[in-house]
């Protein structure tokens, strides 16, 4: 029988999808998943007649590859892809590659990544990017892991990922060990702040405004053709256009105001401090999802804790639809740079040496966070790899900068009517204290000096100081 290119472990939604993204590209897939039962069912419905085919056991999948054999784990991130390990490495050759394509904690990929080194296997962990549709018909994929793996995998990973519009492929190897998987993370959350930030805006136009969602199709739809192209802002102009068919009204109306979350944008808030980078905008949301589940208590809340009147303003409606355009992309701006700044203080703490340039380039295409504004970040870093922020760009600096009453008018308005905007205002907040020569952390140092002893710097003259604060002069 014909050796399989790759196998894939795991044929749950993500993994059915690249298997016919892999066929498609003229490679035979060997998929195996313990549910027998789901495979069937999948290659009666979706792979009949073709180059994908089901084995049973991790001896039957080592038989039906070609060496050195690539095997793509898709199990859910955490303790099954452990057993997936445990239950494939002892089948596996020296110079096998062991893919995971999972979700996966950065720290986890780096444990396995060695543990598998010293047997002579290479692992490789891959963020993939663009949900079911992406591994269809082509994801952003960032893969982390040994040089000789990459070499291997190359052609198949390109065939298989979303283009650019250069036609560039969206996947490459960006560094060793976890970098795939703490770009992929990074990825999620900047793709928070991207959402939460959409949904203040909507907050803001809906409620603010008292837009009615055909509007709000329309404006977002409109939004697409501009600066704020990207797909977030696409799907968000339909998602108000769908009616609901249990109802009269329109689906978006009918959706549950807690926003879940699977923990890739928290542990992106909790490296971020772990490694001091400072993301507000992307904690922002992440606090914000967590704020929304408190549906009980802030039903019960909305009784007794009195806002402003909620009166609409009385001013041009369309010039406020273009003031929140251009506070919406300011800010995306801002998160974006809060964004890239930590891959890079993460680049050199874990050093991992990654190309920010490199990073945007594949996030050109295929992933969720694709956007017009990252041809012109690569481009950016493409001229200055160590541009310390996007902030210092000339051509983002101008888009903050021009940008920035409506920003600030956006965020006051919403203030006043008593709509909260934790990442609208978080990124202006980061701008503003970006770009603050003096801040007042003076006055922090004097206080951890005055209860602590913790000593501060002078401003004229090198050295720990302390002072005794409580005796007078
Ligand atoms: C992607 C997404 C995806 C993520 C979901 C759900 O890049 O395709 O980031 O990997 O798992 O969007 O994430 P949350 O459940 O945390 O919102």
């Known amino acids: 029988m014909k050796k399989a290119q790759i196998g894939i472990v795991g044929l749950g939604v993500m993994g059915q999808s690249l298997s016919l993204n892999f066929e498609r590209n003229g490679y035979a897939v060997a998929g ?15 792979a009949e007649g073709k180059a994908i085919f089901r084995v049973d056991s991790p001896t039957e999948l080592m038989a039906a590859l070609e060496k050195p054999r690539s095997i793509l784990l898709m199990v859910p991130a955490g303790k099954p892809v452990d057993s997936a390990i445990a239950g494939l490495k002892d089948s596996m050759d020296a110079g096998d590659i062991l893919i ?13 990544s060695k543990a598998l080194a010293a047997e002579g296997l290479h692992f490789v962990g891959m963020g993939i990017s663009g949900g079911e549709e992406g591994a269809l018909w082509g994801p952003s994929m960032m893969f982390g892991g040994p040089k000789e793996a990459w070499d291997t995998l190359k052609p198949m990973l390109e065939a298989i990922a979303a283009k650019a519009d250069d036609g560039a492929p969206c996947v490459t190897l960006l560094g060793p060990h976890g970098s795939g998987h703490y770009v992929k993370m990074v990825h999620n959350g900047i793709e928070y702040a991207d959402m939460q930030l959409i949904a203040e805006i909507y907050d803001f136009l809906h409620r603010g405004l008292g837009l009615n969602n055909s509007a709000l199709a329309k404006i977002f739809h409109d939004w697409n053709e501009g600066p704020l192209q990207s797909y977030l802002i696409e799907i968000t102009a339909r998602i108000f256009q769908k009616k609901d068919a249990k ?67 009385d001013t041009d409606v369309d010039a406020l639809v273009q003031a929140a355009h251009d506070a919406l992309l300011a800010s995306k701006v801002a998160a974006y740079a809060q964004g ?42 493409q001229e200055k790899p160590q541009l310390a922020n996007l902030l210092l760009d000339s051509a983002f600096k101008k888009v903050v900068e021009s940008n920035q009453d409506n920003w600030r008018k956006i ?63």
């Open 247 to 313: 109802s009269a009204n329109d689906l978006v109306d009918m959706i549950v105001d807690e926003a879940e979350q699977k923990g890739t944008g928290k542990w992106t808030s909790q490296n971020a401090f772990d490694i001091g980078a400072a993301i507000p905008t992307i904690n922002a949301a992440v606090e914000s999802r967590i704020i929304s589940g408190l549906k009980e208590e802030r039903v019960a809340a909305s009784k007794v804790l009195h806002g402003p009147d909620q009166t609409k303003p």
């Open 411 to 473: 965020i006051k308005m919403a203030i006043d009517q008593g709509i909260p905007v934790l990442a609208l205002s978080s990124a202006l907040a980061y701008f503003d204290a970006y770009r603050s020569e003096r801040l007042p952390a003076n006055l922090t140092q004097a206080q951890r000096d005055f209860f602590g002893a913790h000593t501060y710097r002078r401003i004229d003259r090198e050295g720990s100081f302390h002072t005794d604060w409580v005796t007078e002069e």
């Open 32 to 46: 195996y998943d313990l549910d027998t039962a789901k495979v069937e069912k999948f290659l009666a419905k979706s």
């Open 100 to 112: 995971d394509g999972g979700n996966s904690y950065f720290l986890d990929t780096e444990r396995r």
């Open 340 to 381: 890239m700044e930590m891959l890079q203080t993460a680049s050199l703490e874990y050093q991992y040496d990654l190309k920010i340039t490199e990073i945007a380039k594949i996030w050109r295409a295929g992933c969720i966070i694709r956007a017009r504004l990252l041809k012109d970040i690569m481009k950016s870093y």
